[in-house]
């Protein structure tokens, strides 16, 4: 849409910003409230960078797993975030209905969303992954 600066380079500035410069002047609920302000825009940062290849890897996963009920292939942000949400609706209902308590899916499943969590606690909070990185969960 526009050239530079780019969403993700006004994101940080504002965030080095109240990292830099507000968070040490302000004492108290304000410098809370700037800590929590610059948490916000680097799990937003994250989401940007990340977004499109982790919603693209999960709808493969969910592919292999459900097959032809895990939709179509695209390449429309909108798209693919619908397609995932409702592979995983179904998913749900597959586990619900006791699909993965036993045989050869059931490890396939877990393995989907053990790499669905730790792809959202790379965005949300990676320091919960921790040093050891997603070997940690």
Same mark, same amino acid.
């Given at each position: 849409?526009?050239?530079?600066?780019?969403?993700? #380079?006004?994101?940080?500035?504002?965030?080095?910003?109240?990292?830099?410069?507000?968070?040490?002047?302000?004492?108290?609920?304000?410098?809370?409230?700037?800590?929590?302000?610059?948490?916000?825009?680097?799990?937003?940062?994250?989401?940007?960078?990340? #977004?499109?290849?982790?919603?693209?890897?999960?709808?493969?996963?969910?592919?292999?797993?459900?097959?032809?009920?895990?939709?179509?292939?695209?390449?429309?942000?909108?798209?693919?975030?619908?397609?995932?949400?409702? &592979?995983?609706?179904?998913?749900?209902?597959?586990?619900?209905?006791?699909?993965?308590?036993?045989?050869?899916?059931? %490890?396939?499943?877990? &393995?989907?969303?053990?790499?669905?969590?730790?792809?959202?606690?790379?965005? &949300?909070? %990676?320091?919960?992954?921790?040093?050891?990185?997603?070997?940690?969960?």
């Amino acid at each position: 849409m526009h050239d530079r600066p780019t969403a993700l #380079e006004l994101l940080e500035a504002v965030r080095h910003f109240l990292e830099a410069e507000a968070m040490p002047a302000l004492e108290g609920t304000k410098k809370f409230h700037a800590r929590v302000a610059a948490n916000v825009l680097a799990i937003v940062a994250r989401e940007l960078r990340s #977004e499109s290849a982790q919603l693209s890897a999960e709808r493969q996963r969910l592919r292999d797993l459900l097959g032809e009920g895990a939709g179509e292939s695209t390449h429309d942000q909108a798209e693919l975030k619908r397609g995932v949400r409702s &592979a995983t609706k179904l998913l749900c209902e597959r586990i619900r209905s006791g699909d993965a308590d036993a045989g050869a899916w059931r %490890p396939a499943v877990f &393995a989907h969303v053990r790499q669905t969590v730790i792809d959202k606690l790379a965005v &949300a909070n %990676p320091k919960f992954l921790g040093a050891g990185g997603e070997d940690g969960l």
